[in-house]
DNA sequence: TTGAAAGCGTTACCAG
DNA sequence: CTGGTAACGCTTTCAA
């Protein structure tokens, strides 16, 4: 590949001019504009990026640092984060933490020695504590709220609101929740959220709360505890669509039907809630839009810099689907 | 952050003797050795990854680029991917060309230009004239055989035969066939495998074979009026997961029970083929090891260089499930 | 066993 | 308007 020196001696200035038409900086008198215009494309010249960032400190670069990009709800996160980064120039590394704080340690750092430009993390474990260290723009997605960094999140709380109190105008009379991990803020969100709508009820029990991971084979297990526990449970908030799915395959190996004996919502709206059978009700968050809100704030963060955290919250939104349609409302 | 000359000055030494142990080569006398490891850890030095990048023209980072990460068969293989890049010190940069030719060649122009060392490619539309320019080392994947390149992909012919007699073992009489795209090379494979197998049957005819994009909305359109068109068919191979569980919300929608009227299998073993009702029989592909081999034969070529072009096919297992099983055969 | 200095490809400042 | 050159942080000869 071509340099700038090949390029400055093929059109006869120096380096210097040829670096002000490539970025289009200083003046350049026309005739020498087209002579080095000429001779860029003649061989086919483009700045060699890494020499670039050496100078600069900059690297056009996004780290992205996901829990699992194999659960169906990151993916389209993902997409998101990479679309708005190369629209925006930038490049999108993915790291896959597995949930790990260890891992998303060492992502960050190996980030900070490439010279990311910006963080965007979605964290399980995030502590302020442990990421203390970096100071690299960051910005923390679905999953952690912290006064030094802006985040994104979902409403979870109402969400859940929304959720049980769906349930109960379906007709629902005892509703279980199928909590995630309690270590994980929307989670625990969603649980507090159930909690306010359910608590005074004079059915509510803490039995009927059960944690599970974010995942479908706990959620079966789960869940088939929980009916074995109190068989007179009619609906099921579950903390989100993998183990509303469980639920449904744990209700499905008993015999029960949903959702004349049991109704089943679960939380996140992955595009998997609608391709299976029935179809799943559940509180949509609009991931796409999240990610390219934590796109842009990141974006806007490292190129006109950071005056104070921003925190933004989007709202959900309910989907009435099967699972949950005891009064057959749903005309398809 | 510190650099290699804080290092050098707080260790009393040069930087050529902190870049020696920094990368342990050349000779250091033990005392000098403590001293500068001592500055190192002090400073919690790590060297920029840039400036090495500049020097040696090695980035240590992996360009994986992919139609869709929406699409649940990629995700899983990007994981295996930034793993086993992780495993050996590389970093993942995630590219999504949404099946545009376009779209890939900005991405691997832009990979050249920050000097990635080599590409992971799962392309549609590949073709070997557009490819050319590039010299970067590169491993097709899933979806391109070329002499050129080395290349992974799954038994796609041996596959469908095997879905197709499973069908037939399972007592369909007539077997249509949801294929892919014309252009996908996959989805080309499959139909052939099909048609080796049914071609000689007296039921067999052009019409029970019909196109569709590899998403769910398209095969439900396609499957209604398959069926329409001739109801005496009781198999669908489709081409891949996706169109299988179209098809499946098709027949639902018209009333027709699964397997008992029409037995379904798909392609590709996605994970939501054993979430969804009835449960989905598909042929496997091996998409994390496939991922992995590639991954490993990538950083091979970079790191030793090539000799040849590798050509690695990987051999996919018939996993067998409610969605035809005619006769019973499982049993839970 | 160690250090000085050139070079990797740019950018940006300072002169002219 | 244009050119020379230091600087970015590191590696790698070449000498000592």
Redesign the pocket.
Known sequence: ????????KKA?????????V??K?????????EKVNKAISELN????A???S????KTKTLGLILPDITNPFFPELAKAVEEVANQNGYTMILCNSNGLLEKEMEHIEMLERKYADGIILASDSYTEERLKGTDLPMVLLDRGVNPNHSSITANNFSGAVMATKHLLKQGCKKIAHIAGPKNVLTAVDRLKGYQSVVRDSNWYDGDLIIHANYNTKEAITATKKLLEMDSSIDGIFASNDLIAIGCLKAIRSIGWKVPDDIAVIGFDGISLTDLIIPQLSTIKQPVYEMGEAATKLLINEIEVGKKESLFKEFDVTLIHRESTDKRGEINE
Chains 1, 2 share one sequence.
Do not use: F
């Open positions: 590949m071509a340099n700038i020196r090949d390029v400055a006869g200035v120096s380096v210097a001019t040829v670096s002000r490539v970025n900086n200083g003046y350049v008198k026309k005739s020498t504009l010249y483009s700045p060699n890494i020499a670039v050496l100078n600069n400190k």
